[in-house]
Each structure stands twice: as C-alpha cells, then as structure tokens.
Nanobody, 129 residues
Framework: QVQLVESGGGLVQAGGSLRLSCAQS????????TDWYRQAPGKQREPVAR???????NYVDSVKGRFTISRDNDKDTVYLQMNRLKPEDTAVYYC???????????????????????WGQGTQVTVSA
C-alpha cells in the first residue's frame, strides 16, 4: 500500500500562486502514475493533472498553461504548481496514486477501490476575487 499526505493549500487572491505537495511513502514502487484531483462544494471530484512514472504529464483544459505537475524522486514527492489562480479553482485538492496502467485518463468519475489506487486526505485551496 501507499500513503499520501498533501500540503501547501491556503487562501490566495485571484491571480496569485500556490504550490501543493504530495508526499508518498510505503510501496511507492507500485505507483504507475500520480494524479491531482479537486472537489468543490456540492460537485463531483474531478481530475486536474497526471504524471506517469515515465515522465509524461497530462492536464485538463481548464488548467493547461497555468498548472504544472512535477516529481522529485529523491524526496518521493509530487508537486502541483498553480499559477494565475481563479476563484473557480477553489476546491479541496487530493493526491491519488494509481497502481494501474490500463484505465482511461481523464475519467468522468473518481473511484475508491483500494486495490487500484490510494488517496490522500486533501488540502483546501481558496481563491478570492
């Protein structure tokens, strides 16, 4: 199993920046890809960005050009650099370690099967106008 701990969230004004961190421990060799998801109040949890073990990155259109996902293998940490933040970016941001290499990304819905991946507890990001 893999344990994930997110940090770096907070309150920022529109146009500002934050960097989120996802510290990974345990069976990190089993991770095929690490994703960032977010969930706003009353909405579904949705994908934001992905970094695959081979280095490939993917972003949803709403954050492309503003957010950057990266990985520091020496620290077992994945980052999400968030620039030019907008109020609609306000959400709880979750880190997800995906053990599989066969599921479509992005997906319409998140899943919570512990055999397929592992979730962190989330970090709150609030962007004021």
């Amino acid at each position: 199993q893999v344990q994930l701990v997110e940090s770096g969230g907070g309150l920022v004004q529109a146009g500002g920046s934050l960097r989120l961190s996802c510290a990974q421990s345990g069976a990190t060799w089993s991770i095929h890809a690490t994703d960032w998801y977010r969930q706003a109040p009353g909405k579904q949890r949705e994908p934001v960005a992905r970094i695959v073990s081979g280095g490939e990155t993917n972003y949803v259109d709403s954050v492309k050009g503003r957010f950057t996902i990266s990985r520091d293998n020496d620290k077992d940490t994945v980052y999400l650099q968030m620039n030019r933040l907008k109020p609609e970016d306000t959400a709880v941001y979750y880190c997800y370690a995906d053990y599989t290499n066969w599921r479509q990304w992005p997906r319409e819905k998140a899943d919570y099967d512990p055999e397929l991946g592992s979730w962190g507890q989330g970090t709150q990001v609030t962007v004021s106008a």
